[in-house]
Nanobody
Framework: QAQLVESGGGLVQAGDSLRLSCVVSGRTFSSYPMGWFRQAPGKEREFVAAISWSGGSTYYADSVKGRFTISRDNSKNTVTLQMNSLKPDDTAVYYC?????????????????????WGQGTQVTVSS
């Protein structure tokens, strides 16, 4: 069974940066796209970013485009989310997830139902 463990969350001020990491074990990491989602209190889980199995294609929600960068290191079974210029609206629990198939498109990877393995989440709080 796949295990995904996120780390790197914390409390920062607006304009600061954070780097989230997710280490995957128990499945063939390099064969599947990976994604980051977030959920703020009282809101539904939303797509943040995704990356194809090779790392050659990346996808972002409009709200984070230009500020966040997703990357992966298949040799270390790790996917990373670099978050710059953080805003209070970025406050949420951030989850990494592994896709259920090889498909890679914004339409497909922005859908949380296309992922079948999830981490426990890491809290990101941005103060104003």
């Amino acid at each position: 069974q796949a295990q995904l463990v996120e780390s790197g969350g914390g409390l920062v001020q607006a304009g600061d940066s954070l780097r989230l990491s997710c280490v995957v074990s128990g499945r063939t990491f390099s064969s599947y796209p990976m994604g980051w989602f977030r959920q703020a209190p009282g809101k539904e889980r939303e797509f943040v970013a995704a990356i194809s199995w090779s790392g050659g294609s990346t996808y972002y929600a409009d709200s984070v485009k230009g500020r966040f960068t997703i990357s992966r290191d298949n040799s270390k079974n790790t996917v990373t989310l670099q978050m710059n210029s953080l805003k209070p609206d970025d406050t949420a629990v951030y989850y990494c997830a592994a896709a259920e198939s090889y498909s890679s498109s914004y339409y497909y990877l922005s859908n949380s139902y296309k992922y079948n393995s999830w981490g426990q989440g890491t809290q990101v709080t941005v103060s104003s």
